[in-house]
């Protein structure tokens, strides 16, 4: 049984124009499902999914509030054997030139507001 991952693999650089964060691939007998995680100077930063389809392929957005930087990497764990891993063979770096807003704006209610629960509720 075999993961190996065929991006990122080194050198990549997440969030910038035309660079889609997609984590790619190939496995044989690695079971059906898969953990990914993202590694920040071989150290575990955080888990991109902890269940996904072993199916070769992963896309995500990178976030506003993503900690720009370098020395990622990611690695794959077959949730059958924990056994069937791999990791990235290089570092690749995070920016969000082209990130996706994160945030949740409340622009109604925004304070000020006098409601009669009875309107509202039974």
Same mark, same amino acid.
Do not use: M
């Given at each position: 049984?075999? %993961? ?13 124009? /035309?660079? +889609?964060p !997609? &984590?790619?691939?190939?496995q044989?007998?690695a /079971?059906?499902?898969? @953990? &990914?995680?993202l590694?920040? /100077?071989?150290? @575990?930063?955080?888990y991109?999914t902890? %269940?996904?389809?072993?199916d070769? #392929?992963?896309? %995500?957005? &990178?976030? $506003? ?5 370098s020395n990622? !990497? #990611? ?13 990235? +063979? /290089?570092?690749?770096? =995070?920016t969000?030139?082209? $990130?996706? *807003? *994160?945030? =949740? ?8 507001e006098?409601?009669? +629960?009875s309107?509202?509720?039974?």
């Amino acid at each position: 049984a075999k %993961l190996a991952i065929f991006s990122p693999n080194g050198g990549e650089n997440w969030g910038a124009s /035309g660079q +889609d964060p !997609t &984590i790619t691939w190939t496995q044989t007998g690695a /079971g059906s499902s898969v @953990r &990914i995680e993202l590694l920040k /100077g071989g150290k @575990r930063l955080l888990y991109l999914t902890i %269940l996904t389809a072993n199916d070769g #392929v992963y896309s %995500l957005s &990178i976030p $506003c509030s993503a900690t720009t930087g370098s020395n990622y !990497t #990611v690695k794959i764990i077959s949730l059958s054997d924990s056994s069937i891993f791999d990791n990235s +063979d /290089g570092t690749f770096s =995070i920016t969000n030139d082209e $990130c996706v *807003d *994160d945030t =949740i704006t409340v622009s109604n209610p925004n304070g000020g507001e006098s409601w009669n +629960d009875s309107q509202y509720f039974d």
